[in-house]
């Protein structure tokens, strides 16, 4: 059974740093997209990052401040979102995703569905 969860949401002043991770179990550590989308009240969901076997993409927004990166530890795959010089406009629910179907080689972030976690908030304050 894959299991998604999301944690490191916080609230932060603009130009502040968070790091979120997701630790997904139950999922083959390679040949699966994994990504970061997040929401913010009354907008619709945006890709936020993808790393897969063939590389990590970024949406225009984040592009020079977020990286995403993999690990794994204790049979658990780890998806960390270093986040630095936050913005306002950052703030949403960042929830992490899993998609198995296209063997690592991601595609676009409208592409993506598969597994989902909860998600975890972040708040950033001007």
């Known amino acids: 059974q894959v299991q998604l969860v999301e944690t490191g949401g916080d609230s932060v002043q603009a130009g502040g740093s968070l790091k979120l991770s997701c630790a997904a179990t139950?999922?083959?550590?390679?040949?699966?997209?994994m990504a970061w989308f997040r929401q913010a009240p009354g907008k619709e969901r945006e890709g936020v990052a993808v790393?897969?076997?063939?590389?990590?993409?970024?949406g225009d927004p984040v592009k020079g401040r977020f990286t995403i990166s993999k690990h794994v530890a204790d049979n658990t795959l780890y998806v960390d979102l270093q986040m630095d010089n936050l913005k306002p406009e950052d703030t949403g629910l960042y929830v992490c995703?899993?998609?198995?179907?296209?063997?690592?080689?991601?595609?676009?972030?409208?592409?993506?569905?598969?597994?989902w976690g909860q998600g975890t908030q972040v708040t950033v304050s001007s």
């Open positions: 995703a899993a998609d198995g179907r296209f063997g690592g080689n991601c595609p676009g972030f409208s592409g993506l569905n598969g597994y």
């Open positions: 139950g999922i083959r550590y390679v040949r699966y997209c």
């Open positions: 790393i897969g076997d063939d590389g990590t993409k970024y």
